[in-house]
């Protein structure tokens, strides 16, 4: 009878995991020629469709709702790629996103609340920016980007000492 859990490639739990990992090492050096320009044509869709609106990729997040955002720490499957070409996503924690929009100087927050009026108006007459608007646009200028990944740092810094979220009192 083999022990559970030996690295011969058995039925042990080890060996499954050990199997697991091969394939995805396999399946990485397959995909990852193949991903890299459709990586490189994607986000470039995404900027054009982001251009006609005048919006950057920050305005996207929402303080109210589980949205993706990249990140550097959690890459998913094809870590091998660049995050120059490929958006890694993970889901960011709402309440992160909205101490962020907390901590941004008043002026960004402004440029980024006309951004989504000027959107959503440029959306309901089913209409896009004028083309040499689109030209001048950013989209991948992040600015909301910093704040994220400062507040998710404070509150990892604070799970790893066993503490939680601060008590946060607001009156009626």
Do not use: C
């Not at 042990?12 to 091969?22: F, K, P, S, T, V």
């Not at 589980?66 to 998913?76: I, Q, Y």
């Not at 000027?118 to 992040?142: G, M, V, Y």
């Amino acid at each position: 009878k083999k022990p559970e859990g030996r690295r011969d490639g058995g039925d042990g739990a080890w060996g499954r995991e050990e199997r697991a990992e091969r394939e995805d090492m396999v399946l990485q050096s397959i995909l990852a020629p193949l991903a890299r320009p459709l990586a490189s044509w994607y986000r470039g869709q995404v900027g054009r469709e982001l251009a006609k609106y005048g919006l950057r990729y920050d305005d996207l997040l929402d303080p109210l709702m589980n949205l993706v955002r990249t990140s550097t720490e959690k890459r998913g499957r094809l870590s091998s790629i660049p995050q120059t070409t490929l958006l890694t996503m993970h889901l960011s924690v709402p309440q992160d996103v909205a101490e962020a929009l907390k901590r941004l100087p008043q002026k960004e927050l402004d440029l980024r609340n006309q951004r989504l009026k000027r959107a959503l108006d440029i959306s309901q007459k089913h209409a896009e920016l004028p083309l040499d608007l689109q030209a001048r646009q950013t989209p991948w200028n992040f600015y909301l980007k910093p704040f994220v990944e400062q507040v998710e740092a404070e509150n990892q810094e604070r799970n790893s000492l066993g503490q939680s979220r601060p008590y946060d009192r607001t009156l009626p």
